[in-house]
């Protein structure tokens, strides 16, 4: 079965500081990897997506996400949080058939 | 305007009641689906429609129906709403393609007492 995971439902970060949002994938096939994310009372906003052959992929907002095929993650990074960045983040993934979301991790950026 | 509007944006109501949740997009597109978010449990699928005339079922489809009636419209409907369908609705668009990314609405939150 397919599955994409998010191991760390928090991070805490200072202002300043990179982040790290972890991802890790089981799919079948090649996979389609996305990040999205979400702020309070609003819909999931698309930032990145992998591109066959990018192990590093840029998105919206200065993030970008490292695609490690051995490891099979696909993790979510900042070189320097901004407090606008707290929110929650989704991990998405599908090889054939359906998205299939991890269950989100909550950034803090704290001045 | 939004490109993905879902309405109402908040709904309480009555187990036992049927409840209809509607999305209308302006992005073109032909794909659209119905999620639902519970706190922990990330988004999980409930029906999707790849065009006007195609309907399919997701992981969790007990409970819910959909319908497609135009490109730009999919509603959802619960016919006898439960408490355990409290959740957070989301409708979602996406042009053809697995690679393609998916366009949220802002959600309905639904309470079901």
């Known amino acids: 079965a397919q599955s994409v995971a998010q191991p760390e439902d928090q991070v805490n970060v200072a202002e300043g500081n990179p982040l790290t949002v972890k991802c890790t994938y089981s799919?079948?096939?090649?996979?389609?990897l996305f990040w999205y994310v979400q702020y309070p009372n609003r819909g999931l906003q698309f930032l990145l997506k992998y591109i066959t052959g990018d192990n590093l992929v840029k998105g919206s907002y200065g993030f970008e996400a490292e695609f490690n095929k051995s490891q099979t993650s696909f993790h979510l990074k900042k070189p320097s949080a901004l407090v606008s960045d707290s929110a929650l983040y989704f991990c998405?993934?599908?090889?054939?058939?359906?998205?299939?979301f991890g269950k989100g991790t909550k950034l803090s950026v704290k001045p | 305007d939004a490109d993905v509007t879902q309405t109402p944006r908040n709904r309480i109501t009555k187990t036992g009641k049927r409840i209809m949740l509607e999305c209308s997009q302006t992005k073109g597109h032909d794909r659209m689906y119905w999620y639902r978010q519970d706190p922990g449990l990330g988004l999980r699928l409930i029906y999707y429609?790849?065009?006007?005339?195609?309907?399919n079922k997701g992981e969790i489809s007990d409970g819910y129906s959909v319908s497609r009636q135009a490109q730009a419209k999919f509603s959802l409907s619960l016919e006898s709403a439960i408490p355990n369908q409290t959740a957070l609705y989301f409708c979602a668009t996406s042009g053809v393609g697995s690679n393609q990314p998916q366009h949220f609405g802002d959600g309905t939150r639904l309470s079901i007492l």
């Open positions: 998405a993934g599908g090889g054939q058939g359906n998205l299939i």
């Open positions: 429609s790849f065009d006007v005339k195609d309907i």
């Open positions: 799919v079948s096939g090649n996979p389609y």
